[in-house]
């Protein structure tokens, strides 16, 4: 069965391709920062941006993340884990 990207369950969906934006970091220099992500590791994103290809540590952002027709804030720390990891983790509330 092939299950819909929803905000509900986004973090366990392959995160490569979407469109995001960093709108809160403890590093205030990378709020605003947005791009597409074109690879993920386990502590951090790759965005092509149009300044050129910058890499975001998840664990010091809030991410919002566009993709059909939702935008959903996504903190950084829930998306910890290598990606083939964090997408079979049971969801918890987050």
Not at 29 to 49: P, R, S
Not at 55 to 81: N, P, R, T, Y
Request: aromatic share 8%; proline share 2%.
């Amino acid at each position: 069965m092939i299950y819909m990207r929803t905000p509900k369950n986004i973090i366990r969906h392959e995160l490569i391709g979407l469109n995001a934006e960093v709108v809160e970091s403890k590093n205030k220099d990378i709020v605003g920062i947005k791009g597409i992500i074109i690879d993920e590791t386990q502590k951090t994103f790759t965005l092509e941006t149009k300044k050129g290809i910058k890499k975001i540590q998840k664990g010091i952002a809030k991410f919002k993340l566009s993709f059909d027709k939702f935008e959903v804030i996504v903190d950084g720390k829930s998306l910890f884990g290598r990606p083939e990891d964090r997408i079979k983790k049971k969801i918890k509330d987050w």
